[in-house]
């Protein structure tokens, strides 16, 4: 880590949205405390969710969530980039391309011919990717959406000159950190938890819900042998596909296990409906 950003002047923090659903930046809105006290160490310059106020960079710090899916995105995260002293993805959509980079998969326009009765009006890229895709990243939060807590250690670390604490391990650990049987032992439902970074506190396994690896793979994920242990409780081929192909689908690791199973992302089946509706 470089030196302190502590100076005279209050540091400056952006935060900037791109394709996205705006929860990672509700995590940082949703603990009015520690944005309060946040905002007393540094000048928010630009945070559209929070405020209409702007101020020009550069800027010390920039969260960005989302992910690039247009080419008027392209342009903007390199100005982002060139503006920020430390930039820092925040959410599974900056850092591997989000539930939209299922796309990324499926014939080009395919989805959007489901979805919107009128696609030719829109002016999108045929895939979504991450933000480190396209520019410099110096670090890089997970989850959908991410932690507050982990977001708050990556900020306090970078205003004291410091590494940022942030686990790798899976969420295994964290389950039986609180006691949690595992779901994969009692063989009551498929979960990803041996293969997903850690960050959650193990939420969904411990109402017995499987993980669903919202926070992407952890480090060293063996996904491969997860899936043989999968399909050893009988879990059907498209479900073990769907488990990972969701909020972290284009991740690698996880992108792969889907691929390898032959079960297409967008189901050659779907097709885009048919308007009865004239056209505005």
Not at 185 to 207: D, F, K, Q, Y
Not at 226 to 235: A, I, P
Not at 239 to 262: D, K, M, P, W
């Amino acid at each position: 880590m470089s030196d302190t950003l502590v100076t005279t002047n209050r540091p400056t923090l952006a935060v900037w949205k791109f394709a996205s659903c705006d929860g990672c930046q509700l995590s940082l809105l949703d603990g009015v405390d520690e944005l309060l006290t946040l905002a007393k160490a540094v000048r928010i310059a630009h945070f559209t969710e929070m405020s209409r106020a702007s101020v020009d960079g550069p800027y010390d710090i920039s969260l960005v969530e989302g992910s690039i899916t247009t080419a008027q995105d392209f342009e903007r995260i390199k100005d982002v980039r060139a503006n920020s002293r430390y930039l820092v993805t925040i959410g599974a959509c900056a850092a591997t391309g989000g539930i939209q980079a299922l796309r990324n998969f499926a014939a080009p326009g395919e989805y959007a011919g489901i979805v919107y009765a009128h696609p030719e009006y829109l002016d999108s890229l045929d895939s979504s990717t991450p933000i480190s895709s396209h520019v410099r990243v110096d670090y890089e939060l997970h989850g959908c959406p991410i932690d507050r807590g982990q977001l708050l250690e990556v900020l306090l670390a970078l205003l004291a000159g410091r590494r940022p604490v942030i686990a790798s391990h899976s969420v295994c650990r964290e389950c039986k950190a609180r006691g949690t049987v595992c779901l994969l032992v009692s063989g009551e439902t498929p979960c990803l938890g041996p293969v997903t970074r850690a960050g959650c506190g193990g939420l969904c396994p411990s109402i017995g819900r499987g993980c669903f690896g919202c926070f992407g793979p952890s480090e060293s994920a063996n996904c491969a042998s997860l899936v043989t242990r999968l399909k050893g409780l009988g879990t059907p081929d498209a479900t073990v596909a769907h488990l990972f192909g969701t909020f972290n689908t284009a991740a690698s690791g996880f992108v792969e296990q889907a691929q390898s199973l032959r079960v297409a992302v967008a189901s050659p089946e779907i097709r885009p409906r048919e308007r009865t509706e004239p056209r505005p």
